[in-house]
C-alpha cells in the first residue's frame, strides 16, 4: 500500500479555490498543499503533542489525546483556505496525533530501567514500535466500519475537534459559535493548570477535559460512571475478604479487570449482531437495498487486510529474530489486539477514556496463565498491546471527526501513517531526553514507601506497567476469574437490555407519560445501565467519575430546556451536533489540552536550561 503524497487522489487545481482567503497558500489538492499540511502536522505540530505527552505520562501517568490541541493549532493555518480547509486541518491534526502518541509510549524504556532489564540498541527499539505503530492502524481503520459507521459511537474528542474545525474555518458557524467554544476553552485552560497547582482542586481531582466529555455524551452515560464508582467502594470490604484487595488498596486496582469483561461480553452479543447481519446480506443480497457508500468513505478492503497481515507478520518477526523473543508469546499478543482493539475502541468511542495500561496488564494476566514467567517477555509481548490499542484508538477518533466533517479516508490513513515513523523516533528519543534530565525517573517507585516517592513525577503507567510484570513471578488465578465474571455480567445485561427496550410494552410505558419517561432514564442510567457506559467508572477512581457524571448531568438538563424553549433561530446554521452543551463540552478538552502543552513545553524547557 502505498503512502505517497504524489498518488493521494484528487484534482491538482491550479487557481485558489472559492472561499480561499490567502491565495498565497498552495491550492487544494496540489501537491505543495499536501506537502505543507504533513510538514506543519508532522514536524511542528506533532512533536508540540508529544513534548506534552511524554510530560504527561512521566508526571502523572496518563496524557491528553493530541487531536484537540493540533486541530486547534491547525486551523490556524487552514483558516485561509475557508470553509473547505476543514478537511485540510483534519490531516493535520491526523498526522500531529500520531506523532504524539506514540512520543508517549517512551515509558516502555523507564519499565525496562525500573526492573533492571537489559535495554535493546535504540534503532532496534524505533523500528519494533514503528512496526506495531503500523500494525495497530491498520487494525483500527479495519475496525472503523463497525465502531464509527455502524454503532455510531459518540469519540467525544473527536467531536470535539469536529465541531473546532468546522468553527475555525467557517466564518458563519464561528460568528454563531466563538462565544461558547471560546468561553469553554478559558475555562477549561484554566482549571487544568489550577488543579496542578492549587491544593484543594488537586484534593477533588478536577478534571476540566473528564467534565466536558460527560457534557458531550450526556447523562444517560456519565451517571452509569458514577454508579459504577460508588458499588466498587462499597465493594472494597468484600473484595479484601476473599483476597482480591488488600488493606488500602483502590477498588479500580480489580475492578478495571471487570470493567474490560463487562465491555468483552456486551461486545460479543453486540458484534455478533453485526456479523449476522452481514451474513444474511451476503446469503440473499435482495433482502436489503443496496446503499451507494459515499465517495470519502471508500477505502480498498483487500489492500487493507493486506496491509494488517504484513505488519502483523513484520511485528512478530521483529520480536522474534531482533529482539530475541518467544515467537508463541509475540504471535499471541497480536491476535489479543484484534479482541482488544475493539473493547478500546469502544471505551474510547463512548467515554473519551482509552484503557491502554489496561490492555497491557491484561494480556500479561492471560500470559501468565499460558505459563510465562520472564518479564522481559511479558514487557515486550505487552507493549504490543499499549501501541497497537493507542495507534488504534487514535484511528478511530480520527475517523469520528472524518465522518463528521466528510473526510476522505484513504487520505486520513495516509496522513497518520506519515506521522507514526517520527513517533517512533520521537518515543525513544524523548524518553531519553526527560530520563537524563531527571534521573528521579529511574528510581522503581514500586519498590518505595509511600513518603519516599517524588510528588511531581508520579509515572502511574510506569508502576502499573512494572507491578504487572513482577506478578509473573506470582500467579493470581482471580486476576483471570475477574475477567471472567467481567465477560458474563456484560452478555447479561446487555442481553437484558436488548429484550427489555425493544418490548412494544416498554416502548409504550416510556411515551405515554412524564413518569414513564422517568422510569426509563432511571432503568436506562442506573438500575440497567449499559456496560460499555459502566465500565468507565471501573477504570478510573470515584472523583474522576463523578466529574464525568455532572458533565453528563449539565448536557442532560441544558438540552432538555432547550428542548422546551426552541432552538433560536440565529442558531439554525450550526450543525445538530454543534449544540451549546457540545461547544462547552468541546471547548473544555480543548483548554485542558492547552493547559497541558503548556506544562510540557514549560517541563521541556526546565529540563534543556537545567
Known sequence: MSISLSSIPGPAPTTPAAGQRWHWLPPIGSWRYYALL??????????????????????????????????????????????????????????AASVAGMAGMGVLLQAMIWMGLPQPPVWQMMLFMGAIGMFGAGVGMLYTPILVDRLQLTFPSGLAVANILRALTDPVLLKRSVARLGSGMALGMAGGLAATKMAALGAIELSTSTLGAGMLVGARI??????????????????????WLNEGDPFRKITFLIGLGLIMGAAILDIGRVLLEALARWRDPRAAPKVEQEPWKRTHFGRLVVWVLFWAAAVVWLGANLLAQPVFFMAFAVGLVFVMAMVNGISLGISDSNPISSAFVVSVVL????????????????????????????????RSTGWRLGTPR?????????????????SVGFAQLFMSAYPVLLLDQTVMKAGEAPAQWQSAMTYKFVGALRSLTEDKPYQRTAIWVGVGLGLLVQSLRLWLFTRPAYQRMKSGSKAGGASDFVIDAVLLPSPYAYSF???????????????????????????????????????????????????LIAGDALAALGLGVAGLLGTLVG
Not at 486541530?71 to 490556524?76: A, H, K, Y
Not at 458514577?226 to 473484595?239: C, Q, S
Not at 484513504?410 to 523516533?425: D, E, P
Not at 478510573?540 to 455532572?550: M, N
Request: aromatic letters at 8%; proline letters at 4%.
Open 410 to 426: 484513504s487520505i486520513q490513513f495516509r496522513f497518520q501513517v506519515l506521522g507514526l515513523v517520527l513517533g517512533a523516533v520521537l
Open 537 to 587: 467508572g471501573a477504570f478510573l477512581g470515584l472523583a474522576t467519575s463523578a466529574w464525568f457524571a455532572v458533565g453528563g448531568v449539565i448536557s442532560s438538563v441544558a438540552g432538555w430546556v432547550t428542548a422546551r424553549r426552541g432552538r433560536r433561530p440565529e442558531d439554525a446554521v450550526l450543525p445538530s451536533d454543534m449544540s451549546t452543551s457540545s461547544l462547552l463540552g468541546g471547548g
Open 38 to 95: 504533513a510538514a506543519l502536522g508532522i514536524f511542528v505540530l506533532g512533536p508540540l503533542g508529544g513534548v506534552t505527552a511524554s510530560y504527561m505520562n512521566f508526571s502523572i501517568g496518563f496524557f491528553v489525546g493530541g487531536q484537540v490541541l493540533a486541530g486547534i493549532l491547525g486551523s490556524t493555518v487552514t483558516f485561509g483556505y475557508g470553509p473547505e480547509g476543514k478537511h485540510g486541518a483534519n490531516y493535520m491534526q491526523t498526522a
Open 367 to 398: 500470559m501468565a496463565a499460558l505459563g510465562l514467567t520472564d518479564p522481559i517477555v511479558g514487557l515486550m509481548a505487552g507493549s504490543i498491546l499499549l501501541i497497537s490499542c493507542s495507534v488504534a484508538g487514535d484511528m478511530q477518533q480520527d
Open 222 to 243: 456519565g451517571i452509569p460512571a458514577i454508579v459504577a464508582g460508588l458499588t466498587g467502594t462499597a465493594l472494597i470490604p468484600y473484595f479484601i475478604g476473599i483476597g
